[in-house]
């Protein structure tokens, strides 16, 4: 059965961390492009960084880009998102997604979500 489970939200204090983890089962994340994404309170799901099949390559969004770093075990199928120096404006329920199936052009298949809290 083909899953994507996040886990790792928490309430934070600004400037703390966390470590988000995306666990799949059915597929092999290695060979997929995966994705993290969040979506905030009345706004729109945003690309937060993914990380290319095979190479490893990393991409970031500019709001993230030096506090936020997305790698892969690929022992423990997992991807994580390690974010550091949190802030409120990064509080929102944090996705992760695949490219699972052909043509591998965009993010189809999707976990639940974690929220993250970043509140004093």
């Known amino acids: 059965q083909l899953r994507l489970v996040e886990s790792g939200g928490d309430l934070v204090q600004p400037g703390g961390s966390l470590k988000l983890s995306c666990v799949a089962s059915g597929f092999n994340l290695d060979e997929k492009a995966i994705g993290w994404f969040r979506q905030a309170p009345g706004k729109e799901r945003e690309f937060v960084a993914a990380i290319n099949r095979n190479s490893g390559t990393t991409y970031y969004a500019h709001s993230v880009e030096g506090r936020f770093t997305i790698a892969r075990d690929n022992a423990k199928n997992t991807v994580y998102l390690q974010m550091n120096s949190l802030q409120s404006e990064d509080t929102a329920v944090y996705f992760c997604?695949?490219?699972?199936?052909?043509?591998?052009?965009?993010?189809?298949?999707w976990g639940q979500g974690t929220q993250v809290t970043v509140s004093s």
């Open positions: 997604a695949a490219k699972l199936f052909p043509p591998f052009d965009s993010y189809d298949y």
